[in-house]
């Protein structure tokens, strides 16, 4: 599971990449931008479900290799972080729970209601509930705390190259 700390030292480093796109796009840190965040990451969370795969039951494909779901987990990382920042989220005070759910699916179900609920009233309490349950997929998958830093300093980096880039 990802702790507080971690979750904190994520928070430091995507203000850094949102700072830096933010300074190179010149945009405002406005609700038009929290809104295309959420956005984001709901894509984010669709693009990691369908490598991961276990709705789709009319395919018998193996889900894709562990590096290529932890991308594009990190890639809903990175906006629901840059999310959480956005509202001053303070990470430290994070509390985290297991949702105890039988299915990935089920997780998929409960990050949607979140989320909604999250659009519907941008708070603190909303906000860590989608953390949450964002967060069980670490759990449910087995994924460590040290495959997800790991895999956000590889994304983070290419990030940047990406913008230096004009991606």
Request: aromatic share 14%.
């Amino acid at each position: 599971m990802i702790d507080n700390k971690t979750l904190k030292w994520l928070s430091e480093k995507q203000v850094i990449l949102d700072q830096f796109i933010q300074n190179k796009w010149n945009f405002k840190n406005d609700k038009t931008l929290l809104d295309k965040k959420i956005t984001a990451f709901l894509v984010e969370l669709g693009e990691y479900a369908n490598e991961e795969r276990s709705f789709k039951y009319w395919s018998n494909k193996k889900p894709s290799d562990l590096e290529i779901q932890l991308d594009e987990y990190i890639d809903g990382i990175h906006f629901i972080i840059s999310v959480g920042n956005q509202i001053n989220y303070n990470f430290l005070e994070f509390n985290y729970n297991f949702l105890n759910k039988d299915s990935i699916i089920d997780i998929y179900f409960e990050i949607i209601s979140c989320l909604n609920s999250f659009i519907k009233e941008n708070n603190n309490t909303n906000y860590s509930n989608l953390l949450n349950a964002f967060l069980n997929i670490c759990e449910i998958k087995n994924y460590t705390q040290d495959q997800i830093i790991d895999a956000y300093n590889i994304k983070n980096e290419i990030n940047f190259q990406r913008q230096n880039n004009n991606y």
